[in-house]
């Protein structure tokens, strides 16, 4: 055979060979689709780095987490309190420093052993452990709260504890969920990657930075909250975009975290989608070196500014209406705890600006000697739009004529170091809150042992210090209340932080019309066992 | 053949495809560097600042010929900025890249022995290795920037200039002139810039426009890819970027222009690249990269 | 054969030789040069003496020689550090992307050929006409246009407006987890498991980044295949036929083109680091979760490991195929040798 015919008879079985394969292809189409579970897809930007409660602190981490795992306790934000859940009711001491837990009995792991009092010992104690080996990050909680555990019997558990306000908060943080004593020793570092929880849903399979399946666990204690779907792939996406093509596909049904703002308002209009816009529980706020800018007039005077001119367009121009202006450090979401005490702030744009000149002034600033301030913000840590809330605060503090402010974005980790280092004169901030409670908006900030090193703000009120030390002591609700009210005064008073804005556009979420059972809770979290299609 | 022939087109150049290449890339980084320098006079409005409402589309308003983007900014004066940050970043690049590569290649190529060894060695290693992996690495470290940014870029040429320098000064070196030279004592340093030096640098200037090219296409890539220049700066890669999530929604104007514009500067280099080789030596076909 | 044996021999010591350098380079990069990896692990809330802990830990506490001697012996045995972020294995990390990337890459080359060998092939057939006119400067457009705005462009039409195909990913979410992944190389996993549905899916998450990426090398080879053709068709056994009366296209694919074949499929070989360096675009345009996307993400994440391990493989993947194609084209072109 000559090399031409050779030629011809090779196109020739290619021809053949692809035909085969095409008709082989769409025969078995019909055939081989699977038979259809409940599934329901979530498609986020938002990383899941751990699986391991012990371990993780991100927010998506912990967002899956809750549903793979059982706290002792935990918040109903409907009643506004913290309810029974592993635990089926508890003690405390008159002192409020020794708490017992009465477990229930026949909860189940998804490896089918039953919880026990040795569990729970054993899930602090070795979160306490790996805390010290630095792989254990958010176990700080349960190391600032508990002083040691204590089996009672197979279903009895005690804590002596150092802070007896926070004992709920930091029991219903995922840090505290009970993890089998057996099966975490056995699978070491790979319970990382494949957990086993009390929760509703189980881990079927984790690929870092691709997906996520979880699936419905049978055996799960409680009825009224067991999942009602069969599985939930969570799939990462790289960028928004994407996101937003794949949900309208409907290759994801659920999009949460995040997609571009531009997008929310534009799917707001299509009718087969529904869009959600929660309230988070977290803040945005603008730190005040107050080392270099001890003069609380000079403070005060950005606090005008911020809050009537820059926060309003922040919020219309940049965030397109997807964030609300806020006016505490603590969240509003806390609606007993919560005052507007930086209301006092926004005024006509006119007038405030007014009002900043006058405090410069007095503060010995003029035109020609101005206050030049550094800015300092994270390039990416919150976001793509970052620097254009940098730029919005640059002009309008340069409106006053007597400021002149220089944008610093940093990558995070030089950020970080700079800020505490003291570097900058202000810098923009975030914060998720570790747990639901006021005392994690205002203590980290405000008490002067931590306001410094971790923030860079270099804060310290004695009297301050005081209300925050008691408001830790008291379990009393009224009471509490009462306290963190008077710091939060004394906050828009000594103005060493300036609250911004509410970030609504890391909580809306998007979601075809069939899916039901969609809440965004009041503390952040996304009940996937309440989602039914 | 001199600079002036080149240009006007004599000796029958006039109808080569290289010499029609040569030109358009001629006149496109002409008109380029023209807008670079004159940007702050003719941008109608400041690329730092919001101009009007968002998305306006292209065509519609004459203040805003190019529409805006989803903050507001106008985007013919991010993309005449843009051009100014893109050729300054490609600019220094370059000229750090040959400050670096030509002497190097000069020595290495004129002393030998061991230093040739090890240079070379280094060189090849670098000269294999995809650039903009490189260049991410070290952006990523030197954090964002122009200057940053152009010495993350330039790394990846100075193999590029060494080679060429250092192949032709294997040449020149064993030339006649360069042994007269030796013989009558001259040092080191006056061979190198008497005799060596002018006769292998012309080799360099068809690397140096294609550089350029690269150059741009490598920033605007970095840029894209978040450790290029700050995400306000205005800048092609940064702008198209910025504004990827619009294509979803069907904005293409906000891409497509700082894009495109990625494309023609990097044509213009590349056509200067192109043609420059053939026409300074038009039995020579191959191209020097 | 001496030579050439001598030169092969050569070539594979200096292998080593190159993956060292570059190890080297990749150390200084991002040990020497200032950034500290301690303050990206820790969170804000770790104690000073965990900070410390963590820093002798890592060994970041060492002189650098000792340091840099660590490094070397841990890559040679192929461990390449815990992820700072992820807290596995870098190697398991790096070794699924390694191969999506790899299909991708395998796939673009596959059209880079094809389109550069029939528009170098037309260019040199018909000379210096309009269509050799056209065929050079979309090989020259290639050179010029970012990958990121031809693939933004691709999603725009074929993917938003077209809807043809989908504008990211590697996989489609229904499918995930419905077969097991042996190979790593999708399009075969799939097929040898029967679900040629999802074989179909991937197949169509390829085609647009595949498509951009190959087109952006195939101007290289659209311009060797021209020059290699026109200088085979300038041979003698070339004349000779066409005085034999035998008709130009048929010289074109019997005689020429059989003959420049082998040396223009080496030289694509050779644009391999061009490849890579533009799949990290690619990747990064389509959200196509490779080597490159992990590259890019591990330096948002600050990931010190992650980055270095990417690094490492590039250089290591370079240095082999760099060699290979060396050695072919050796074989091929007797001049090449020192």
Known sequence: MNVRGLSKLVIVSIVIVIAVVAGIAIALMGVMAPKRMTVVVIGTLDPVVHLDPRKAYEFMSCEVLYNVFDTLVRYDDVRKEYIPWLAERWDVSPDGKVWTFYLRKGVKFHDGTELTAEDVKYTFESALKMFKEGVAEPAWMIESVFERVEVVDKYTVRFYVKVPSLVLPVLS??????????????????????????????????????????????????????????????????DASALRMALEKREVDIAFRHLNIEDYADLEKKTNLVVIKGRPPFIRYLIINCKKLPDVRVRKALAYILHSIAVPEIVEKVFKGYAEPLYSLVTPCLEKYFKPVFKKYVLPPDEAKAKAI????????????????????????????????????KSALETTGLIEVETKGEEWGTFKKHFREGVFDIHLLGWYPDYFD???????????????????????????????????????????????????????????????????????????????????????????????? | MNLADLILGRKGLRKSLEYKMFMTGLSIVTTLVVIAVLAPYIVPWDPYKPAAEEYIPPFTDPRYPLGTNFLGYDVLSRVIWGTRNSLLVAFLAVMIAASVGIPLGLLSGYVGGYIDRALSLIMDSVYAFPGIILAIALAFVLGPGIVNVAIAIAVIYVPTY??????????????????????????????????????????????????????????????????????????????????????????WWTTFFPGIMIFVATLGFTLIGEGLPYLLNPRQRGRIR | ????????????????????????????????????????????????????????????????????????????????????????????????????????SLLAMVIAIALGVTLGALGALKRNT??????????????????????????????????????????????????????????????????????????????????????????????????????????????????????????LTKYALRNALIPILTIAGMQ???????????????????????????????????????????????????????????????????
């Open chain 1, 173 to 238: 943080f995922t840090v505290c969920a009970p993890v089998p004593k057996e099966a975490a020793e056995r699978l070491g570092e790979k319970f990382d990657l494949k957990p086993v929880g009390t929760g509703p849903f189980k881990v079927v399979e984790f690929k870092p930075d691709e997906y996520l399946i979880l699936e419905k666990f049978e055996d799960y204690w409680n009825k009224e909250a067991a999942a009602k779907v069969d599985r939930i792939i969570i799939k990462f996406f790289r």
């Open chain 1, 358 to 393: 006058e405090l410069l002034r007095a503060a010995g600033y003029s035109e020609s000697k101005k206050l030049k301030l550094i800015l300092g913000y994270s390039l990416l840590h919150y976001g793509p739009l970052e620097p254009y809330v940098a730029e919005v605060i």
């Open chain 1, 438 to 533: 006021p005392d994690n908006y205002l203590y980290p900030f405000l008490h002067s042992s931590s306001s410094g090193p971790v923030f860079g703000c270099f804060y310290a009120n004695p009297e301050v210090d005081k209300l925050l030390e008691e408001a830790q002591k008291v379990v009393d609700v009224e009471k509490r209340a009462e306290l963190y009210h008077k710091v939060q005064v004394i906050l828009a008073e000594d103005v060493p932080i300036i609250p911004l804005w509410i970030p609504t556009y890391e909580y809306a979420i998007v979601f075809w019309k069939d899916i039901k059972g969609i809440r965004l809770t009041l503390e952040g979290i996304l009940w996937l066992y309440e989602i039914s299609k």
């Open chain 2, 162 to 251: 060494f080679r060429v320098i250092r192949a032709c000064t294997l040449v020149v070196r064993e030339q006649l002139f360069v042994e007269a030279a030796k013989a009558m004592g001259a040092d080191f340093i006056t061979i190198m810039r008497y005799y060596v030096a002018p006769n292998v640098l012309t080799a360099a200037i068809p690397v140096l426009a294609l550089n350029f090219a690269d150059a741009i296409l490598t920033e605007a890539g970095l840029s894209f890819l978040g450790v290029g220049l700050p995400p306000t700066e205005p800048d092609w890669g940064v702008d198209v970027s910025a504004a990827r999530g619009d294509i979803v929604r069907g904005i």
């Open chain 3, 1 to 104: 054969m001496a030579t050439l044996r001598t030169y092969v021999i050569a070539r594979l010591l200096l292998m080593p030789v190159m993956v060292i350098t570059l190890l080297t380079l990749v150390f200084i990069i991002l040990r020497v040069l200032p950034g500290d990896p301690v303050s990206v692990i820790l969170g804000p809330k770790a104690p000073p003496e965990v900070v410390e802990e963590l820093r002798k830990a890592l060994g970041l506490d060492k002189p650098l020689h000792i340091q840099y001697i660590d490094y070397l012996g841990k890559i040679l045995h192929g461990d390449f550090g815990l992820s700072y972020y992820w807290k596995i294995p870098v190697r398991d990390l790096l070794w699924p992307r390694f191969l999506a990337t790899l299909e991708l």
């Open chain 3, 130 to 251: 309009v269509i050799d006119v056209v065929t050079r400067l979309i090989g020259v457009a290639s050179y010029a246009v970012p990958v990121f705005l031809l693939g933004l462009m691709m999603q725009l039409i074929l993917g938003v407006y077209l809807g043809l195909f989908p504008i990211s990913g590697r996989i489609s979410s229904e499918y995930i987890g419905q077969f097991r992944p042996i190979t790593g190389l999708y399009l075969i996993d799939t097929l040898i498991q029967g679900r040629l549905d999802i074989f179909v899916d991937v197949l169509k998450h390829l085609v647009m980044p595949a498509t951009a990426l190959g087109f952006i090398i195939s101007g290289v080879i659209n311009r060797m295949t021209r020059q290699s053709l026109l200088e085979v068709l300038d041979k003698e056994f070339i004349i000779a036929a066409r005085a034999r009366g035998i008709p130009e296209d048929r010289i």
């Open chain 3, 272 to 338: 391999f680091a061009l490849l890579l360096a533009g799949a990290v675009l690619t990747e990064s345009t389509f959200s196509y979760p490779g080597l490159g996307t992990f590259l890019v993400t591990s330096v948002t994440y600050r990931d010190y490991n992650a980055i270095q391990g990417a690094i490492v493989l590039y250089a290591i993947v370079v240095v082999i195929v760099n060699t290979i194609t060396d050695i072919l084209y050796a074989f091929i072109d007797p001049r090449v040798r020192y």
